[in-house]
């Protein structure tokens, strides 16, 4: 554990990302595997690392820095291929079991018509990029990514201002995500389309990921207002995450219902759980202005 209030800014970041990357190391074969949630754990690991290289940029030269980040975000893509289509997969499921509840289902033979095209089609993409992803990881590029990694860490690039107080950097670099995070959710105005709101929960998840870095093990120098940014990086991200998945899931669904119709087949259900699709997203955004609210007091 690293709580030493004396702590300069560059043994602090440090230390987090090396903790970051043992885990994620520790779940690389087990996402090759295709173990329980292994692939989003690996994922969201590898967004812990970029998250921490972006929001404290500053303490390293820029160069190596940007390159890192540019190695990790192709991994990120690969696996966010695989990882799309296994939360595709989730929404399915419990909005077809809540539909059957519903009485949006009318009989067996629309619900095996919605599972054919929502759930078996798609668990048989999974295990086709799932293929792609474990392939991918076996060529030089994946390996050439671990040594950088390794070596960036063991000899970090600082920047000069690595060798002052961590606490006074780290908080200043901090409260800059926040207001960061603040500006993009301000440019909403109230709405936003789905691009818009992506990138406040992409910068509310930076925000969570660089407040956890510095306020858990093995690196705790803050204590309570920096983990209540964390907290409400992670309410946004969870907020917006949820939205973004029925959004999609209704894109999808309405595609499926096309390709349905073309076929000969009974479109309307698959119409059903779309509406019900973006009913829910919509109900997820009305929690979005007290969310923001409590942004708002805790960047000021």
């Known amino acids: 554990?690293?709580?030493?209030?004396?702590?300069?800014?560059?043994?602090?970041?440090?230390?987090?990302?090396?903790?970051?990357?043992?885990?994620?190391?520790?779940?690389?074969?087990?996402?090759?595997?295709?173990?329980?949630?292994?692939?989003?754990?690996?994922?969201t690991h590898v967004r812990r690392i970029r998250s921490l290289l972006g929001a404290?940029?500053?303490?390293?030269?820029?160069?190596?820095?940007?390159?890192?980040?540019?190695?990790?975000?192709?991994?990120?893509?690969?696996?966010?291929?695989?990882?799309?289509?296994?939360?595709?997969?989730?929404?399915?499921?419990?909005?077809?079991?809540?539909?059957?509840?519903?009485?949006?289902?009318?009989?067996?033979?629309?619900?095996e018509a919605v599972k054919t095209r929502l759930i078996d089609a798609e668990r048989r993409a999974y295990r086709l990029t799932h293929a792609?992803?474990?392939?991918?990881?076996?060529?030089?590029?994946?390996?050439?990514?671990?040594?950088?990694?390794?070596?960036?860490?063991?000899?970090?690039?600082f920047a000069p201002v690595a060798?002052?107080?961590?606490?006074?950097?780290?908080?200043?670099?901090?409260?800059?995500?926040?207001?960061?995070?603040?500006?993009?959710?301000?440019?909403?105005d109230g709405g936003g389309d789905t691009d818009r709101l992506h990138e406040v929960r992409k910068a509310g998840r930076r925000l969570r990921y660089a407040a956890e870095a510095v306020t858990t093990e093995p690196v705790e120098l803050f204590g309570t207002r920096i983990a209540a940014l964390a907290d409400v990086g992670d309410d946004l991200h969870d907020l917006l995450g949820d939205h973004r998945d029925e959004v999609l899931f209704?894109?999808?669904?309405?595609?499926?219902?096309?390709?349905?119709?073309?076929?000969g087949g009974a479109a309307l259900v698959f119409e059903r759980l779309a509406a019900e699709a973006d009913a829910r997203a919509a109900a997820h955004l009305g929690d979005l202005p007290?969310?923001?609210?409590?942004?708002?007091?805790?960047?000021d």
């Open 1 to 43: 554990m690293v709580d030493e209030a004396d702590l300069d800014a560059g043994t602090a970041v440090v230390t987090a990302l090396r903790a970051v990357a043992d885990r994620m190391w520790e779940l690389e074969p087990a996402a090759r595997a295709d173990e329980p949630d292994a692939v989003h754990q690996l994922r």
């Open 56 to 111: 404290y940029a500053p303490v390293f030269d820029a160069a190596p820095t940007i390159a890192l980040r540019r190695r990790f975000g192709a991994l990120g893509d690969e696996l966010g291929v695989v990882r799309d289509i296994e939360v595709r997969v989730q929404v399915a499921e419990r909005a077809l079991e809540a539909a059957v509840r519903d009485g949006l289902v009318e009989d067996d033979e629309q619900l």
């Open 132 to 157: 792609r992803f474990v392939e991918r990881q076996g060529l030089p590029r994946a390996a050439a990514r671990r040594v950088e990694l390794a070596s960036f860490l063991d000899d970090p690039p």
């Open 163 to 188: 060798s002052r107080p961590g606490r006074k950097v780290l908080r200043k670099l901090i409260r800059k995500e926040a207001r960061r995070t603040l500006k993009r959710a301000d440019r909403l």
């Open 250 to 263: 209704a894109e999808h669904v309405r595609r499926a219902a096309a390709r349905a119709a073309h076929e």
């Open 290 to 299: 007290d969310v923001v609210k409590t942004l708002r007091s805790l960047a």
